[in-house]
């Protein structure tokens, strides 16, 4: 099943990402982020933006989802939440993400041909967390120069992750696990096909 998340690329948290992975277009930055304050800005829109606002505001609230939301597995929340981070003129990232990678054809024949969504790159990240080892844990680990990362600052192939997975795995050990998450046995963290919108609903 394909997953959905709308990222935000402003913010202290994001500016902090990028000021040591200046390229960096994984999930690790600022996930879902419209709160009360942009809502409230939506009164301040002309009349007839504001209408169309309202109306995704609206559709948004009409869904019922409890806790951390993460990933989306519902299409057409996600657009409605694009949509108006744009009419808010939000800087945002709409992501589709597949997981579950079985071969490297299966990621580029997704959307071959596709001009609503392109293939970025693979990000190595904890299940169901805004958490990537690209970016918290790049440092720790030795020989990682040994991986050329691409222009988002994503894997480029399996043997890639492959690779990582190898590297990270081996500096856990040198490191008796300092730094490293290990999530809740140890064993939570999954490469994920990242995939990029790049056109306006």
Do not use: H
């Amino acid at each position: 099943m394909n997953q959905y998340i709308v990222i935000g690329n402003s913010g202290w948290y994001v500016e902090n990402v990028l000021k040591n992975n200046p390229n960096y277009k994984g999930i690790d930055r600022f996930p879902w982020p419209l709160g009360e304050e942009e809502f409230k800005n939506i009164n301040n829109l002309p009349a007839e933006i504001q209408n169309k606002a309202l109306k995704c505001k609206n559709k948004i609230k009409s869904y019922n989802f409890e806790g951390d939301l993460i990933f989306c597995n519902d299409y057409n929340y996600a657009i409605q939440y694009y949509n108006l981070c744009s009419i808010l003129n939000m800087d945002t990232d709409f992501l589709l993400c597949k997981m579950n990678i079985d071969n490297i054809k299966d990621v580029f024949s997704l959307f071959e041909n596709n001009e609503e969504f392109i293939f970025i790159g693979f990000d190595y990240i904890l299940t169901g967390a805004a958490y990537s080892c690209l970016v918290n844990e790049k440092e720790l680990i030795d020989n990682v120069d040994e991986i050329i990362f691409n222009e988002y600052g994503l894997l480029k192939s399996l043997a890639d992750i492959e690779k990582f997975e190898k590297l990270r795995n081996q500096a856990i050990i040198n490191n008796n696990g300092i730094g490293f998450e290990t999530g809740k046995n140890g064993v939570d963290f999954i490469p994920i096909a990242l995939y990029k919108k790049i056109n306006k609903f």
